[in-house]
């Protein structure tokens, strides 16, 4: 999932032609596909074990996310794929995996496809609007800590395994309504998607999670 350097819908600011067509490029495109047991285990080191070890996991195919691992705690990982060249593991609590992660899985499908991301950022916006997609019923939260975690940010350039981290979503929150001036600050959290559908708070945390052997609880 898109963090601070990864937004879910947007590239967050204006970029010229040639420079918006070379990042578009570097998010359309068929991804990489991993052995099975090793996205499963990228997939669960998103969140410590008391987390992830009952999680539903997802793994990307040809053209879908497919379920490998069905979960009992309600919580669902995956390895997402926002640009072509990145691996995000991501785990969502069982709000944001009603709610946040369907959109996630299909937005990802489609430029897995070849679709451009206007075109997935339109076909989430129907989906909002005609309740094939919803928003979270109360706060919704997710997490990104994986150690293997190699995210690009929003002009494309690779920026490894940044820093672990969580996000809590709230839509449409601004900046103002949590006392954060226009310089944002990461002691403080950073607002993501600030005053859209989609929007959460970015909080670093400590410690990365180091993956582990997959395997089935």
Excluded at 35 to 42: G, N, S, T
Excluded at 151 to 167: N, Q, T, Y
Excluded at 176 to 193: C, E, F, S
Aim: proline share 6%.
């Amino acid at each position: 999932m898109r963090t601070a350097v990864l937004s879910l819908f947007t590239l967050g600011f204006a970029l010229n032609g040639a420079v918006a067509q070379a990042v578009g490029a570097a998010q359309s495109g068929r991804r990489p596909l991993l052995p099975r047991d090793r996205e499963i285990a990228l997939a669960r080191s998103a969140a410590p074990p008391a987390v992830s070890d009952s999680a539903t996991i997802y793994v990307l195919g040809d053209n879908v996310w497919e379920v490998a691992v069905r979960g009992s705690n309600g919580v669902a990982c995956h390895v997402n794929r926002s640009w072509v060249a990145s691996l995000e593991p991501h785990c969502y609590d069982v709000e944001a995996a009603a709610s946040i992660l369907p959109m996630e899985l299909r937005r990802t499908e489609l430029l897995h496809q070849g679709r451009s991301v206007d075109e997935a950022n339109r076909e989430i916006a129907e989906g909002l609007a005609s309740a094939r997609f919803r928003l979270p019923r109360r706060l919704a939260m997710s997490y990104m800590m994986s150690a293997v975690q190699q995210l690009i940010s929003e002009d494309g350039r690779a920026v490894g395994k940044w820093r672990p981290h969580v996000m809590i979503f709230f839509p449409y929150l601004t900046p103002a309504d949590l006392g954060l001036g226009t310089n944002q600050d990461l002691r403080a959290g950073i607002l993501v998607d600030p005053g859209k559908p989609t929007a959460n708070v970015m909080i670093v945390v400590s410690d990365f999670v180091e993956p582990r052997s997959s395997r089935t609880p």
